[in-house]
């Protein structure tokens, strides 16, 4: 996978532990797990790279909503690189997030939902 799209994907992951506009370390330690265990086919800087960009998002204090659109503009702009199967890998690391601290709350349900229905609109 190329160096933009895991950039890509610590913006994604960011947005949604950050939907709520805290980060707690419950989410940042599944991060890492997901990443782990459903990301294993990527080498292990890959997914430093994915990590990298969540925290330098993070350092910064990147709105939840800007660095979620980032990636959905990549995505429309990327169709061709997200399979079924990929999709399926991002949402499901998205929902381990999401549930890691006090399950989900309505503003990370929020995100998933969205990212959800972007997937869809892809051919």
């Not at 950039?7 to 532990?17: D, E, N, P």
């Not at 800087?45 to 994915?50: A, N, T, V």
């Not at 999709?87 to 503003?107: C, G, M, P, Q, V």
Request: aromatic content about 12%; glycine content about 2%.
């Amino acid at each position: 996978m190329n160096k933009d799209f895991l950039i890509h994907l610590g913006h994604v992951f960011y947005a949604i532990a950050k939907a709520d506009d805290k980060l707690s370390f419950e989410e940042y330690t599944k991060l890492s797990e997901s990443l782990d265990k459903r990301w294993q086919h990527l080498a292990e800087p890959d997914r430093e790279l994915i990590t990298n960009q969540f925290n330098a998002l993070q350092k910064v204090n990147t709105p939840a909503e800007d660095s979620f659109s980032t990636f959905i503009e990549f995505v429309h702009g990327n169709s061709k690189l997200f399979t079924k199967q990929l999709k399926k890998s991002i949402l499901k690391t998205a929902n381990d997030i999401a549930y890691s601290f006090a399950k989900i709350n309505k503003s990370e349900l929020n995100f998933v939902a969205k990212l959800s229905l972007e997937f869809k609109k892809l051919p």
